[in-house]
């Protein structure tokens, strides 16, 4: 498993990406993710991405998440092979999953949540990317 990125919820998309292109890193995609109700931006850094995300509507994830905490980290996300199967052995070894099967994310990934509590309280995605990426 590698680092693949880490989620930033943020209240205004291009606000947060400004910020970082002040530190000299560029917007390198953007794209809506209606499933999640989200807008994201991935900014790629050397040795990896921030993912920022901002609702786009009252009642998705990231917005309850921005009310409960307000902006800041997320999640973290790890590329994998072999998602459904590494699903299959958490769930069977009592890891308490947020998803119990692959489901579309940006990018054309598949991701899995697993439940923060079953990780010390951090939000950790599973992503893996198409055969052909």
């Not at 205004?12 to 994201?40: C, I, Y």
């Amino acid at each position: 498993m590698k680092l693949d990125h880490l989620g930033v919820a943020v209240t205004d998309l291009e606000r947060a990406a400004a910020a970082w292109n002040v530190l000299g890193l560029q917007t390198a995609h953007v794209e809506e993710v209606p499933r999640d109700q989200v807008r994201v931006a991935f900014v790629p850094f050397a040795g990896g991405r921030l993912e920022l995300l901002q609702p786009t509507a009252e009642t998705s994830p990231v917005a309850r998440f921005l009310a409960r905490r307000g902006e800041g980290i997320h999640h973290v996300a790890f590329a994998v092979t072999g998602l459904a199967d590494l699903l299959a052995r958490l769930k069977a070894a009592g890891v308490r999953l947020i998803d119990e099967a692959p489901r579309p994310g940006a990018e054309g990934t598949a991701v899995a949540f697993l439940h923060p509590s079953a990780t010390g309280g951090v939000l950790v995605e599973l992503v893996e990317r198409p055969t052909s990426a």
